[in-house]
């Protein structure tokens, strides 16, 4: 008897059974070798993680020298405003830091402890002349990393020397010319083309600025004199929103010009002089003048009405109250334009031959600076000296050497 044979279905259904094992198969294999491919590349894996590269836990970079420093001293209490980020001569970098002695005094202890504990070695150099006293820090890391730090100390006045009246300048010789650069305290680039100009100007700085101290202090270490941009009201009341908060108002009391006028001097240092910013309202009224004007003479300066009004009666005023005193004659820049300025600093040459001195007032547009960068000669051609604001004043005629205008 012959054994029964399977029928059609059966082997389909066999054959179905096969070719799907297989198929499981290939799948598993495939998601075993993704698994493995995905292991030996660092991703996330399942079944091979174990082979997975080790990672190394993430490292911050290591500050630089300079942040490294900088945080030091913002945890020792120095503020950010009285730090200035310079290079020094060889092209490294330097910190330039305006602090009074007592304030330098208290802390340089503090700072010399948490510099030595993140690493770094410090030498100390203390110089000193008749306005200042310099700390010279040299701060150095590991290898050749080093920074320089400058703290800049003023000395008060001597005490013989306080409320003493100012002692004026000797005449200069010949004719002569000064030039005051107003709105100083924005732009360092600005300082930096001036003091390239190399001859004597005289910079005025407003007491709103950003850059107002580090402005005032390179300049003075420069050799170039500083004044206050003193701002003041306008008739025309377009004031600089900036400037409001600084502002001599005409409605404001005795004791409250005062106190502005010295909170502005705060914060421009080794101000000679000042001079007024806007201010065609105040400038015509003795009731705000005299007592900004007798605040000056306390601090032993000297006073330059920028004449931004016919009307003024600064000048007069402050030759009455003994104030050494000059007037602006020419405007360097009222339309700006290199042309249009080279034709004032003609203007203001040929003024100075005329009356044996006189005042010009410009302020920091490149246009303005190229024009003095490329007529410096012109000085020399005309034969007229440049000299500071300061040895241009009148002094008061109860004054034996008096020069009035």
Request: glycine share 6%; with cysteine.
């Amino acid at each position: 008897m012959k054994p029964d044979s399977a029928s059609p279905g059966q082997r389909r259904s066999e054959y179905s059974s096969g070719l799907y094992a297989v198929f499981v198969l290939l799948a598993l294999v495939a998601c075993l070798g993704l698994d493995f491919l995905a292991a030996r590349k660092g991703e996330p894996a399942y079944v091979f993680g174990f082979l997975s590269p080790k990672k190394e836990p993430h490292r911050p970079a290591p500050l630089s020298l300079t942040d490294a420093v900088l945080d030091e001293l913002d945890q020792s209490g120095v503020p950010a405003e009285r730090i200035h980020k310079l290079r020094d001569e060889t092209g490294a970098p330097r910190l330039d830091i305006s602090l009074s002695e007592e304030s330098y005094e208290k802390i340089q202890g503090q700072i010399a402890g948490r510099l030595k504990k993140a690493h770094l070695s410090v030498e100390i150099e203390k110089k000193e002349d008749t306005e200042k006293t310099i700390y010279l820090w040299q701060v150095a890391r590991t290898g050749r990393d080093r920074l320089s730090i400058a703290f800049f100390c003023p000395r008060p006045p001597a005490a013989e020397t306080a409320g003493k009246a100012p002692s004026p300048p000797p005449p200069p010789a010949g004719d002569t010319a000064a030039i005051i650069i107003d709105d100083m305290g924005n732009s360092l680039e600005a300082l930096n083309e001036i003091l390239a100009l190399n001859i004597p100007l005289t910079i005025s700085v407003l007491p709103f600025s950003p850059y107002a101290q580090e402005t005032a202090r390179i300049a003075h270490e420069h050799g170039l004199e500083v004044m206050l941009h003193l701002p003041g009201e306008s008739l025309n009341n377009t004031e600089d929103y900036a400037a409001e908060e600084w502002m001599i108002r005409s409605e404001m009391s005795e004791n409250e010009i005062r106190d502005l006028v010295k909170k502005s001097l705060e914060t421009v240092p080794y101000a000679s002089g000042v001079n007024n910013h806007m201010g065609s309202r105040i400038t015509q009224q003795e009731s705000v003048m005299r007592p900004l004007l007798e605040t000056i003479g306390e601090h032993r300066l000297f006073f330059v009405d920028s004449r931004t009004t016919d009307r003024s009666i600064a000048y007069d005023l402050a030759m009455e109250m003994g104030i050494p005193v000059a007037r602006r004659h020419v405007f360097l820049d009222s339309t700006v334009g290199r042309d249009f300025s080279r034709q004032k600093i003609v203007e203001l040459l040929r003024l100075s031959q005329t009356k044996g001195k006189a005042v010009a007032i410009g302020h920091p547009f490149p246009e303005t600076l190229r024009a003095l960068r490329e007529n410096v000669e012109l000085f020399e051609k005309f034969e007229v000296r440049p000299v500071f604001a300061s040895q241009m004043v009148s002094i008061p005629a109860s004054d034996s050497n008096s020069r009035r205008e």
